[in-house]
């Protein structure tokens, strides 16, 4: 199966829609007796972390949790705005599970895999009680009965949602339940602690570096078992909707410690942010999917006209109808302005790359509720979305109820990871990792109020079911941080912060990951060519070098130091990069958030012709490149080698992904 | 534009502050708050200096981690918003802009403008939650809620935990934090078994945690981001009014 043979997915036999449950029937157990003597390590306090935490402790096993925030409760679970889905069918509009994993199989763009995603599908249903009975405020109907909406890529209704800020009411409640276990003395939660390496003995995870970002101290904890929910590397093209704080530090030091990473190149950019404005600016703010239910994208039809409103002599509601492309609307008839993620980014690129852009820079489109609000009345539309209406005009400055807002796509989620099985480990025994960090569920694009589902379902319901499987074969407690592993980790760790603090040079942190960060965003972010990805990977060691040798550190790293923090965040961030492009220029197709220029339909394509989908899209190559690709590191400037997981279809059919 | 700042410097925990001028210039107006200061630090670090600490992280208002106290208002004058929501169009080329930690005893300072808000999931940990073992829920839909009650709960469940009414309050209480958490669980038929323990604890929590008494002056509503109503302290005294008299019968 892999090209060294040891790449086992461990799905469990039986039908598709068996494999969950044979697999819990079957699944070793472990009595309550002996729970309390197993030690879990957690990084993480997200959705994925924080629930996972949360669970493990109250099954009764000793649980400690890491975070950098000073909360977990600020976890960058808690942006996410527009919702979750679960396959309920509370509006009867024929949702199963089964559609919830076909849309997520085919919004993935056919990489990921099969039995994952329908697992995932399952338990959906199980999130929302949870949640509901956790006291998570979803919205409600008048009846008093749970209300859904529309989200990108589906044509049924199953996002639950709480406003436009459903990931802070999930995120809530799920360190609500671990505070409560942090206050029965089931979890030990380290704040304002961040992970600087993972402590590999005998070929198995057995612990963690750490650095206490208060004091500065670095220390060991030992486990029987390590849990990552590190998040997504999407800082790494600096710019990017994440909170400033997000980082592969967790995921990378794993990986140089022989954790394979699945995908890298898979990551999403948002058609709908608000766009850069400038080149002091630190992040970019998403405004929902969910305003695309009401929300209509365009541009206008000449370029003269978009140069009239770039220099401001026109506004958008100037624009008469005839004049506007409606582009998304025409393109994708069947999904109109609900069409997925990538397809919708990638359009917005093109129409900004034909001259039709909107925003002063020339990268932007319109998003317009001028029709949304004749119809339905401004009070209907400032209940839906009134929230990110503000949002938007406290950063634009301008009032999107009176003219259209401005968007463009940025970096949003990453759906590479580590590789994991099914039982959400990693090659590296006893290393588990679960929602954005690892790889497995949404393939080469993510579906809107997917990942939400995601994060919880492997914290709350998979992991608990999994974990005893691996426990099983430990002998708790066996390594302690007297192992010489975890000498050699600290002091390789205390070498490096006295490395960085001793290099003096004269360019901040800053300075670096723009630099990087921009080098990937153009070469590996919306569409990737072999001459681009190539010239990135012979630009990243100079960036790596003149990091070492010119980045200025002030002040001392026995205490609260950010740049410090930073600089190596940064550090790891420039050598994923390369990781990066080398895996966007090994998959020679196009799929999902992976667009390469070579690999696209051209009218000549027989798929075209027959009007099944456009010139233009993206052309994936199943018959090459349906894998998952998990790459093995050998060092910083030096190609990873690759280890592949051929994707097996058993339930669906891989298809032309058309949404006309 | 260009700028003067009058900013809180402190090296650590048991060391004296004071403030230190330092000049912004050639501030873009379309910068937010927390870029001009990422500017103002990027110069200091190129300058040999240390750069000036404050806490944030998704810098789009709903994390809770920034927490300055700008011109003597937490979260700034603007109302509504957090720190990092609060942008330079706002002010005027040439203004002195003072910037401090939010302050109260219950909110140690660590360095420069960052706080320790611990006492907040201490609280929280006390009973700030309902009880429900993962996998025990019963349907999702089994168990309606009037639509009021929805929002209302949904209003209050909408506190970032950023500390902004400790640090407006004269008496740096924690009554409009703690009222919106009771308020959101209190309120929910989930909540409802809990009610009483839930309230006492984490009353009494906030009193062991030292902060101070609420005085119906509602500071902390004119300055929350998600402009959290001063009601739920009247409902969190009605609560607690309720559970302790209840207590003392049990």
Known sequence: MASNGTLNPAIPEGPLADKWTNYKNKSKLINPANKRKFNIIVVGSGLAGGSAAATLSELGFQVKCFCYQDSPRRAHSIAAQGGINAAKNYQNDGDSVWRLFYDTIKGGDFRSREANVHRLAEVSTNIIDQCVAQGVPFAREYGGLLANRSFGGAQVSRTFYAAGQTGQQLLIGCYQALEKEIHKGGVEMHSRTEMLDLVVVDDEAKGIVVRDLTTGEVSSHAADVVILATGGYGNVFYLSTNAMGCNVMAAFRAHKKGAYFANPCYTQIHPTCIPVSGDYQSKLTLMSESLRNDGRIWVPKSKETAEKIRKGELQGNDVPEEDRDYYLERKYPSFGNLAPRDISSRSAKEACDEGRGVASTGLGVFLDFRDAIDRLGEDTIRSRYGNLFQMYEKISGDNPYEQPMKIYPAVHYTMGGLWVDYNLMSNLKGLHVLGEANFSDHGANRLGASALMQGLADGYFVIPATLPNYLASVDPGKITTDAPEFKTAEAEANARIEKLMSINGTKPVDVFHREVGLLVWDECGMARSKEGLEAAIAKIPEIRKDFWENVRIPGKADGLNMELEKAGRVADFIDFAELMCHDALDREESCGGHFRVEHQFTADDEAVKSGFTGDGEAKRRDEEYCYVSAWESNGPGKKPTLHKEELVFESVELSVRSYK | ?250
């Open chain 2, 1 to 250: 534009m260009n700028l003067t700042l009058k900013v809180w410097r402190q090296e650590g925990p048991s060391e004296s502050g004071h403030i230190k001028t330092h000049e912004a210039e050639g501030i873009p107006e379309e910068a937010s708050f927390l870029e001009m200061l990422d500017i103002v630090n990027e110069r200091i670090i190129i300058d040999g200096g240390e750069p000036i600490l404050f806490d944030h992280d998704c810098r789009e208002g709903i994390c809770g981690s920034c927490s300055l106290t700008i011109n003597g208002v937490p979260h700034s004058k603007d109302t509504g918003i957090t720190t990092c929501q609060v942008h330079m169009r706002r002010y005027r080329d040439g203004d002195t802009i003072w910037i401090e930690p939010f302050r109260a005893r219950a909110f140690p300072i660590l360095k420069d403008l960052v706080v320790d808000r611990s006492a907040f999931d201490r609280i929280i940990a006390s009973g700030g939650y309902i009880s429900v073992r993962t996998g025990a829920a019963p349907d999702a839909n089994a168990t309606p809620v009037e639509f009021e009650d929805a929002t209302d709960s949904f209003n209050s469940a909408a506190c970032i935990g950023c500390g902004a009414c400790v640090a407006a309050c004269k008496n740096a209480s924690a009554m409009l934090f703690v009222g919106a958490k009771a308020n959101h669980l209190n309120l929910l038929p989930q909540g409802a078994p809990e009610k009483d323990q839930r309230t006492l604890a984490m009353v009494r929590t906030m009193d062991g945690e030292g902060f101070g008494n609420c005085t119906n002056q509602y500071e902390c509503e004119a300055v929350c981001p998600k402009e959290i109503s001063s009601d739920v302290i009247a409902k969190l005294n009605r609560d607690y009014a309720a559970a302790s008299a209840r207590e003392a019968v049990d």
